[in-house]
């Protein structure tokens, strides 16, 4: 792969022996290969940057053949091949003989044999009716493979139409030189690092301009922090109830709005060093409303609106001092005295952004961290409006156990802070402060003395520690804690052991997630369906084996004495696990690439450290995998399709939930989304467990993708509608050698319609979902279940109290017979392509079933 800093080597050259580059379509790589035009915008750009030249972008069409177009062009059109494969005499051929020759190829070629009057039919045998023919299609795409064009614009319309080629536009540059054109480049710093700034170095280096028009790689998709899921929800319960958002922009701020304009002393505890970080350079601020600035002196030193004050001698030096802001109430009493400087109206205010502390870093503690705030302004408040609105606040998020306790605060008088009770802690922990400002603080301003503001403030982590159950305010902070939130049905941590399943048998209506210490913990887990897809099965598996592994042999007592005693733990603890849930492959896998690990170890604590790292692995690989396929499917799809934009249709739940993060089949959806290609995603109820209704409904409204659930019987009145819909998209649990797919009920029924009205039906699964042991679908085990889970369903609903439950409903009458399989087969004939991580997988020319034996070599 040609660099950045060849591809600037290449142009330089070129243009020191040519003078000026009039298509870089013309540069040749020094591997002599074709130039990644692409790639080297990225080398223009850079030089562009330091005037060593200039470019103009050239824009031009062609057309580039298909597969099918290709292979046309090499063995000739379906309708020739026909043709030429009926006999020259008058008996002709049958049309079974021509599909045992041709096989798909034969329909596909009768037809426009037909219509060009090529051939004919004499009874049940089709003959030639003309002598000879000219396989134009054959013709025109051999021109346009070698030009990419055609002298007659319809020509390659009609192709495309047919699939045999596409359109591309292909960009290349015209190049000159630039006034500081030279063949030497001069290494600027791209970042600058600690020891730049330690030894002054970054004075006098040459930095690289930042290049705001830089192609990067587009994401495929992604999910927000937790924080900044439960600021987003905040921030939507403010803008619910007629608040105005603060800007929050000032993270630098003088001491005079952080704390003197609060009616806050400057002995105050809060402003030694020790508790706030002062700036040393620059370490004041000089503009302040004179005016204002002197009553607040007032207020501070001799007292006044009702005060006796503080009785010191206020200094304007300690208000200059300049610090990171320690809470967003410097914002509020920036805007609050905004207000007093107009006529007066009443208003809601509020904010969430960070403030910063110096604090020591524990369990409940951070010297970084977000703050909630609120304020109302108006004349008649009181103390009941405070508690009355918050214990409304609080609920719209979801805290209903409140309590308020008396506090004390230099600018709010009453004072309360909020506490509310932390389940996995066991006790109460702080989530606010709260109180009614002061007249020291609001009357300097210029306010009406029958104006009170009532306010509060809250962190953003305490209440998303409650929210996610943790007991460590550290495990909201760093890259993998932000992806293990994103909807992941799977959270694991080495050090200390632990893994956390989501429950899913409570979503939507609740997320809770419960705690796997050993392997019967995970047994039962999977059992239940509190986790559920493939992957994640097989990943739940091994993670409850090594965590139970891990903590089993850090304890004393350790039962592990040699290798033998591990290796029957092992074994018969895969084997428990292989019984929970026997249809779905990845669990069967796992199992099996543990074992083999296990059988060739003699130490007990290698052994050991080897289970935990390949358990580690798989639950990376299958993060990696999922997003591979979403990007291979999304591709596959778009490229199939005439369409700029489509819709699709999903069964099951196939996304974050049902594998370590991102999706197969949802995947697939959330990779076309975010390359804009989706119009419309349907997903299926998917009877009798819902996982559809419950668990790819909540998974689409959180990624905001357009949507609509329908019942498991409407799929083939929607296909009938014409509703631009290209695909149906389902994931597997288990794929045989040669494409039979075992997936959940009813997907068997969603292959058929989509067969009939000519749409594709794609199979999205990891590689570790085929098992080449098996033949085909018929030595599929099919799991069948309690009939209780149709004849009951779950849903939330109000108690006798007016509070939301989870209930569950009988529907049929007793005595009923229940059939429950959990899954079915769908023959590979009616599959269209199979998406893996490595690749799509087709099926060969005028054959029914996929070779995926070859495709995984």
């Known amino acids: ?83 030429e494969a009926i006999p020259a005499d008058d008996e002709g051929i049958s049309i079974s003989e021509l599909q045992k020759l041709l096989g798909n190829a034969a329909k596909i070629g009768q037809g426009k044999a037909f219509k060009n009057k090529w051939i004919a039919k004499k009874g049940d045998n089709l003959i030639r009716a003309v002598n000879s023919v000219v396989d134009q299609t054959r013709i025109d795409l051999d021109i346009i493979r070698s030009t990419g064009k055609h002298s007659d614009p319809n020509v390659p319309a009609d192709l495309k139409k047919r699939k045999l080629c596409d359109k591309h536009k292909i960009i290349s540059y015209s190049v000159t030189k630039g006034p500081k054109f030279s063949l030497t480049i001069e290494k600027q710093a791209r970042d600058i690092t600690f020891e730049m700034l330690q030894s002054g170095e970054w004075k006098k280096a040459n930095f690289k301009k930042y290049n705001f028009d830089a192609l990067g790689i587009p994401p495929s998709g992604g999910h927000l922090h937790p924080l900044m899921k439960i600021r987003e929800e905040l921030r939507q319960i403010f803008l619910e109830m007629g608040f105005e958002e603060m800007p929050t922009n000032r993270f630098v701020e003088s001491s005079f709005w952080n704390f003197d304009a609060l009616f806050q002393p400057q002995q105050h505890p809060a402003r030694d060093a020790h508790d706030t970080f002062f700036l040393k350079d620059p370490a004041i601020g000089t503009q302040f409303p004179t005016d204002y600035l002197e009553r607040v002196k007032k207020v501070h030193s001799v007292g006044g609106y009702g005060s006796a004050g503080y009785g010191y001698d206020w200094k304007i030096e300690d208000a200059q001092k300049l610090l990171l802001r320690t809470h967003t109430t410097a914002i509020s009493s920036f805007m609050l005295y905004n207000l007093a400087q107009k006529e007066f109206k009443p208003v809601k ?124 305010i550290r495990e909201l902070l760093g890259h993998k804690k932000m992806s293990s939130f994103s909807l992941s049905s799977v959270i694991y941590t080495r050090s200390p ?132 396929i979403g990007k291979l499917g999304a591709e596959f799809i778009a490229k199939e399709s005439q369409n700029e934009k489509f819709s699709v249709v999903t069964h099951c739940n196939t996304g974050s939930l049902a594998t370590a993060e991102y999706g197969t089949a949802l995947g697939i959806i959330r990779s076309l989304h975010s390359q804009n290609k ?133 529907l049929p009458p007793e005595g009923v017979k229940v059939w429950n ?23 060969d020319n005028g054959t029914s079933e996929f070779n995926l034996f070859d495709f995984l070599k």
């Open 1 to 83: 792969m040609t660099t950045t800093e060849e591809f600037q080597t290449l142009v330089l050259t070129t243009l020191d022996s040519k003078g000026s580059i009039e298509n870089t379509k013309e540069l040749k790589a020094f591997d002599g290969e074709e130039v990644d035009q692409l790639a080297l915008l990225g080398a223009l750009k850079s030089l562009v940057d330091k005037e060593m030249v200039g470019y103009d972008t050239i824009e031009d069409e062609i057309w580039i053949l298909t597969e099918e177009g290709n292979e046309i062009v090499d063995k000739g059109s379906h309708e020739a091949n026909v043709f």
């Open 349 to 472: 205010y509020f904010s969430i952004d960070r403030v910063f502390r110096n604090e020591t870093v524990d369990a409940t503690h951070l010297a970084e961290f977000h703050q909630v705030e609120g304020v109302i302004a108006d004349k008649g408040l009181t103390l009941g409006d405070l508690i009355g609105f918050m214990e409304t606040f609080y609920e719209k998020m979801g805290i209903k156990n409140l309590r308020f306790k008396p506090a004390y605060n230099p600018y709010t008088e009453p004072s309360m802070e909020i506490f509310s009770y932390h389940e996995g802690l066991g006790k109460w922990v702080e989530i606010g402060n709260s109180g009614m400002f002061r007249p020291e603080m609001l009357e300097p301003m210029g306010l009406d003395p029958e104006v009170r503001v009532i306010a509060w403030g809250l962190g953003l982590e305490r209440p998303a520690m409650i929210k996610y159950g943790l007991e460590n």
């Open 497 to 628: 052991p632990s893994l956390k399943i989501l429950n899913q048998l409570l979503l939507p209506h609740k997320t809770v997630y419960e705690s796997v210490a050993s392997v019967q913990e995970g047994y039962e887990q999977i059992k239940q369906m509190k986790v559920r897809g493939a992957p994640a099965i097989g990943i739940v598996a091994a993670l409850s084996l090594a965590v139970d592994l891990l903590l089993q042999s850090s304890n004393p007592a350790c039962p592990f004495k040699d290798q033998e005693s591990l290796k029957s733990y092992v074994k018969s603890s895969l084997d428990h696990l292989k019984s929970s849930r026997p249809t779905a492959v990845n669990l069967f896998r796992a199992s099996d690439i543990l074992w083999n690990i296990t059988e060739k170890e003699n130490d007990v604590n290698i052994t050991i450290e080897k289970l935990v790292k390949e358990a580690e692995k798989m639950l990376i690989d299958d993060i990696q995998d999922n997003k591979n």
């Open 678 to 810: 989706l119009s419309h995603a349907y997903f299926t109820e998917t009877r009798p467990y819902n996982q559809g209704a419950r668990l790819t409904a909540y998974e689409l409204i959180n990624d905001k993708i357009p949507s609509t659930l329908i019942c498991d019987s409407m799929v083939s009145a929607l296909l009938s509608l014409n509703k631009n819909i290209e695909a149906i998209i389902v994931g597997a649990d288990r794929v045989a050698s040669n494409g039979d797919t075992a997936n959940k009920i009813g997907t068997y029924q969603l292959a058929i319609t989509a067969k009939y009205h000519n749409i594709m039906f794609i199979v999205a699964a990891p590689s570790t979902s085929i098992d080449l042991t098996i033949k085909s679908g018929k030595d599929i085990i099919i799991e069948e279940r309690d009939g209780n889970e149709i004849i009951y369903v779950k849903g939330i609903a109000e108690n006798e109290n007016g509070e939301l439950e989870i209930k569950k409903v009988r």
């Open 821 to 843: 399989p959990s899954f079915d087969v769908t023959p590979a004939e009616l599959i269209t392509a199979i998406v893996t991580e490595k690749g799509v997988v087709m099926k």
